[in-house]
């Protein structure tokens, strides 16, 4: 497979790049507007044909390259189906299956950050969005945020996958860029070694974070797509 790790600075957004070597399909996971023209020039570079741009659910601390890229590629949008996106091409349900090339991302219901988040899974490989970030979670305080319904999603959802499945988080503020789900059952501090669902419930409400900068302009723009429809 081909594979890369793209980050955007601002935000500190991941956006990954999947691609068959030998059909050269590819999928986007989480593209950013800042970086389109970017990915755009490496999908070029390297002959791939977009075939999917998914978002792990709807950002509100950056605005999606999805509808740019879509524009300049032919490529197909997919979100979940419970983020009620009017413009995406594709509602994704929990278990539906993208395939591009030989490969196939599986589309795991999980929220907690919003209703609406998705983990996908490829190939021994987890994107967990703003789920499970490595040594710590997403934020559970507006946007429909649960934090019990996050711990459920975490346990019962990704935890189930085998210990040497990597992690690949939707941003990561402190210069990591993969984990295992072995590695944050021991070490995660919010949702590890062993901590009960009350213990994390606490954790989260005790957090008091500022509000993502972009969320009054992003979450908005992400319901059309990234794109002022």
Known sequence: MIFHQLFEQESSTYTYLLADEESKEAILIDAVLETAERDFKLLSELGLKLKYLVDTHIHADHITGAGTLRSKTGARTAVSSGANVQCVDITLKDGDELKFGKYTLKAVSTPGHTNSCMTFYCEKMLFTGDVLFIRGTGRTDFQQGDSRKMYHSIHDKIFTYP???????????????????????????????????????????????????????????????????
Do not use: Q, W
């Open 163 to 229: 210990d040497e499945t990597r992690i690949y988080p939707g941003h990561d503020y402190k210069g990591l860029t993969y984990s295992t789900v072995g590695e944050e059952k021991k070490f995660n501090p919010r949702v590890g070694g062993g901590k009960t669902e009350d213990e994390f419930v606490k954790i989260m409400s005790e957090l008091k974070l500022a509000n993502p900068k972009k969320i009054d302009v992003a979450v908005p723009a992400n319901l059309k797509c990234g794109l002022n429809l």
